[in-house]
């Protein structure tokens, strides 16, 4: 792999050589702080969140079970994708990959940075071998994105194959996990110490299910997390959405709690769509959304759109052609979308 010097923009690394960052913790209580330009009327948001952001920083590194110098927290984990980008990619010169289908953020930064993207269309199945993405791989590529599950099916990539890449790509390779529920089981964040080039991405807003809170974080050895902090914009995660965040990852409980309902929902939403009339397939999942394909899917999904009900058209051959994705809702919104489909 290459050094992240030679991986970095020239013009990043540079300021990364410069710039320290300063990470004393204040002293709320005893100290007295004329340096910041902040008005000092307001006790409880009259300060930059620093203190707050470095305990979340805390909780997240507890909650994946790393060192602290291998996770920022970010701004969700569009941030960390933009973060990324801004780092590593020079405009007009570097490119990227991604395995499509996928989110479309990656599509945004690249034309926002002036970065070439090189998507590769993953197989039925929603797997592609490394030897067919290390072909892609030239002196120019930066980065391979990956979404595992799959923003779109919800399937897994295939570990071996995840390996296998890890091992021979001349690039970073970033494993987005924002689209699942966070287990050791299914990450790749244990996968960090060994393999230098790898970066994990991950959001609490499936994940937690907190989409309003706006908190992720990347992942990865301790130089990249030092880049990151060089290039970060200032205070981008609120006092209050640090201290929320905290606060629901310091008591597993309530995560546990609803994960234990949807998942039983899931499963049987899944199942009764399987016993729909002109339902072809089901696609597996390890997401709070599936894939479902009908023999008329365009029809079903602009029928359900006149009743009031949003689902998402997916039509990207070959892996998901005339497609409807279904994000799993409550019991009674799940009952109503069921029965609304029986009445087709």
Not at 56 to 70: E, R
Not at 159 to 188: F, P, Q, R, T
Request: include cysteine; glycine fraction near 2%.
């Amino acid at each position: 792999m290459k050094s992240i010097k030679e991986l970095a923009r020239p013009n990043v690394f540079a300021l990364f050589n410069e710039k320290k960052i300063d990470t004393t913790l204040r002293d709320l209580e005893n100290d007295i702080f004329l340096d910041k330009n902040e008005i000092p009327y307001n006790n409880t948001l009259s300060r930059y969140s620093f203190e707050s952001n470095s305990q979340l920083n805390v909780a997240l590194t507890k909650t994946f079970s790393i060192a602290s110098q291998q996770l920022l927290a970010t701004n969700g984990s569009v941030e960390a994708i933009d973060l990324l980008f801004r780092s590593f990619c020079t405009p007009q010169q570097d490119n990227v990959i991604c395995l499509s289908p996928t989110r479309s953020f990656y599509s945004t930064c690249s034309l926002v940075n002036d970065v070439e993207l090189k998507e590769m269309i993953l197989d039925a199945s929603f797997q592609l071998s490394h030897n067919d993405i290390l072909k892609e791989i030239n002196d120019n590529t930066k980065i391979c994105f990956i979404t595992s599950p799959n923003a779109i099916s919800g399937v897994f990539f295939d570990i071996n194959e995840l390996k296998e890449l890890l091992n021979n790509a001349n690039c970073l390779v970033v494993v987005d996990e924002s689209y699942g529920y966070y287990s050791e089981e299914n990450s790749c964040v244990q996968l960090i110490n060994n393999h230098p080039n790898l970066i994990v991405v991950n959001s609490m807003s499936r994940t937690w299910g907190y989409a309003s809170l706006r908190i992720g974080c990347v992942i990865a050895q301790a130089d990249i997390i030092s880049l990151f902090k060089v290039v970060q914009l200032p205070h981008t995660i609120s006092q209050n959405n640090a201290s929320k965040a905290i606060s629901v990852l310091s008591d597993r409980y309530e995560k546990e709690s609803w994960m234990r309902i949807w998942v039983p929902e899931r499963n049987r939403l899944m199942q009764a769509f399987a016993l729909l009339k002109d339902c072809e397939r089901v696609y597996t999942t390890g997401s709070n959304y599936f894939l479902v394909k009908f023999t008329n899917s365009l029809e079903v999904y602009r029928y359900l759109q006149s009743k009031g009900i949003k689902v998402k058209y997916v039509d990207l051959p070959p892996a998901c052609e005339d497609c409807i994705r279904i994000s799993v809702g409550t019991k009674t919104e799940n009952s109503k979308l069921l029965s609304t489909l029986r009445q087709y």
